[in-house]
């Protein structure tokens, strides 16, 4: 169990590394480009909403590992675990309401340049992180339900 997961701590590790280098490099040459093309009201919110979304993106990283090393330690089945699928939730909830307040700012980009695709991506940064926060609370849910049958069984016993 340690080395399946090992690898998804290290997949953990291998998907934030994109966002940092999408963060430090791409970002502003983005901004700076998108600069010249529109105002700021267009592009700044989006760029805002990108950093802003790293922090709770990061932060739902680092609970997954953290539930991850409680699987290690043969503790997912504990309060703690549940916590780290809650901070998960409420991170894919954020990220999703911070691009969705955004999403004028594609539909303006996407008039200009003629280019519906662009509110496809938007979209896309809206409802994916909605749909792993759905999916966070239904296992949250699941793991609140078997932490209290493993209660109700033990004080059976």
């Known amino acids: 169990m340690k080395t399946k997961t ?3 701590k290290i997949s953990l590790f291998l998907i934030g590394l994109p966002i940092l280098a999408l963060c430090i490099f791409f ?3 983005i901004a700076k ?3 010249s093309e529109y105002p700021k009201l267009v592009y700044l919110p989006v760029i805002i909403n990108a950093y802003l979304s790293a922090l709770p993106f990061y932060f739902a990283l680092y609970q997954a590992y953290r539930l991850l090393s409680y699987i ?3 503790t997912a ?3 703690v675990s549940v916590s780290s699928l809650k901070y998960i939730k409420y991170c894919g909830a954020a990220i999703s309401i911070l691009y969705g307040i955004s999403m004028f700012s594609f539909y303006i980009i996407a008039e200009r340049e003629d280019a519906p695709g662009i509110i496809l991506i938007g979209l896309a ?3 994916a992180p909605l749909i792993i926060s759905v999916f966070a ?3 949250q849910k699941l ?3 078997a932490i209290d049958m493993k209660e109700e069984n033990d004080l059976t016993v």
């Open 33 to 35: 480009g998108a600069a």
């Open 72 to 74: 290690d330690k043969n």
């Open 137 to 139: 609370a239904v296992l």
């Open 27 to 29: 970002l502003p040459l």
């Open 77 to 79: 089945f504990s309060k």
């Open 6 to 8: 090992l690898f998804l």
């Open 143 to 145: 793991l609140e339900n």
């Open 125 to 127: 940064l809206t409802f």
